[in-house]
């Protein structure tokens, strides 16, 4: 049983990761109607980012996050405005691939400015609590916090989406383009702000890992799957599914070594978003915005 909670906590933080990077899909897919293969790339960037923040000021680790978040908004911006802006009009096909040459373009930009050595936000060991009464399960401070502030960001994203006239905008364009169009909403704002946030959580998610485990040009590039299953799993282009296939995902992977090599997480993954696609391709929240 302690094992079994171990591996649910291990899961939680994962799926956290995971749910981070899944809302930002899910929302640019429901908006602009195309995979983003770039989001595990801009994950990576936004971890390296974080990481110059604090090492050029003497911060700790946890200052990454905010730096990431901003630096990734504004990529994202960039990035559209100069490469997606150019070629929305054309079939999503074409977005898809010109995503992917980005994801290139940026994991190429990584190793050169980075180098393609491991790296860490901090050196040395961090003590996990010991939680007697929970059967002696061990719970790392950051694990704590990297859960805790997903979940704020969460609540935040569903506030928006939820209590502001742009989130709203953004649910009826992602329900209905043609309609919402029609009615008069702000489309290039929209799009703009769908940037943002998918940007900031890509660099969250990325701070997250990162401080997790160690920082490497690939670290984005081998979380996507993870990531594309949740979205997937959740109904792609519904955030609010996305949240719970990061943590189903996450969960899933991590109880999963229980009867399988650790090596073997991300064929688990993999084998439910082919399951997913076959049995049921429009996702466990088929309705929900």
């Known amino acids: 049983m302690t094992d079994i ?122 003590f996990p609590w010991q939680l007697d009464w929970l059967g002696g399960m061990r719970l790392k401070p950051d694990h704590l916090w990297i859960m805790l502030i997903s979940l704020g960001l969460v609540a935040g994203v569903h506030l928006f989406l939820t209590r502001t006239r742009l989130g709203k905008a953004m649910r009826a364009m992602s329900d209905n383009m043609d309609l919402a169009l029609i009615s008069g909403i702000p489309a290039e704002r929209v799009i703009m702000v769908t940037w943002v946030i998918g940007g900031a959580l890509a660099g969250a998610a990325g701070v997250f890992l990162g401080i997790d485990t160690r920082l490497h040009p690939v670290m984005g590039w081998t979380t996507l799957l993870p990531v594309f299953a949740a979205a997937i799993l959740g109904g792609i282009g519904r955030p609010y599914g996305a949240i719970a296939g990061g943590m189903i995902i996450g969960v899933s992977m991590e109880m999963s070594t229980l009867l399988i090599p650790a090596a073997y997480k991300p064929a688990v993954a993999f084998a439910i978003m082919v399951g997913m696609l076959i049995l049921r391709p429009q996702g466990i929240f088929k309705g929900t915005v």
């Open 5 to 126: 909670l171990q591996l649910l906590i291990y899961g939680l933080v994962l799926g956290s990761v995971l749910t981070m990077g899944a809302i930002g899909v899910s929302m640019i897919f429901g908006i602009l109607r195309f995979a983003h293969f770039a989001h595990g790339d801009f994950m990576t960037l936004g971890a390296y980012l974080g990481l110059s923040f604090i090492s050029a000021f003497g911060l700790s680790s946890w200052w990454a996050l905010p730096a990431a978040m901003v630096g990734m908004a504004v990529i994202a911006v960039f990035i559209d405005q100069v490469l997606y802006r150019r070629i929305r009009r054309t079939q999503p096909v074409i977005l898809l691939i010109a995503s992917f040459g980005m994801a290139l373009i940026l994991r190429s930009l990584v190793q050169l400015i980075w180098g393609s050595d491991n790296q860490t936000y901090t050196s040395g060991i961090q």
